[in-house]
Nanobody, 120 residues
């Protein structure tokens, strides 16, 4: 069993900052990539940022404002969000592509989501 648990969401005024965390636990052999996605009401889930062993990727809308990082020893990924805008309001989901013990292939796992609301 593998679990991803997110934390750090909340309500913040425009221009503010938040830091999201996502910890993966369970029968994990190795993690290929971790990332953050978000889904606003009435919209499809979209990629925010991903990180592999040495490469990061960002959605154009968050470049220069958000920073993704990873602590491999803790199987944890972070998303530092600065200069937040109302349009960043969404449920943010953590994703991990990983190998669990005994699995013949890597699989993708999702967290339960954490709400981020940017409003004055």
């Amino acid at each position: 069993q593998v679990q991803l648990v997110e934390s750090g969401g909340g309500l913040v005024p425009p221009g503010g900052s938040l830091r999201l965390s996502c910890a993966a636990s369970g029968s994990i052999f190795s993690i290929n990539a971790m990332g953050w996605y978000r889904q606003a009401p009435g919209k499809q889930r979209e990629l925010v940022a991903t990180i592999t062993s040495g490469t990061t990727k960002y959605a154009e809308s968050v470049k220069g404002r958000f920073t993704i990082s990873r602590d491999n020893a803790k199987n944890t990924v972070y998303l530092q969000m600065n200069r937040l805008k109302p349009e960043d309001t969404a449920v943010y989901y953590c994703n991990a592509d990983l190998w669990s013990y005994g699995s013949p292939t890597s699989l993708g796992y999702w967290g339960q989501g954490t709400q981020v609301t940017v409003s004055s």
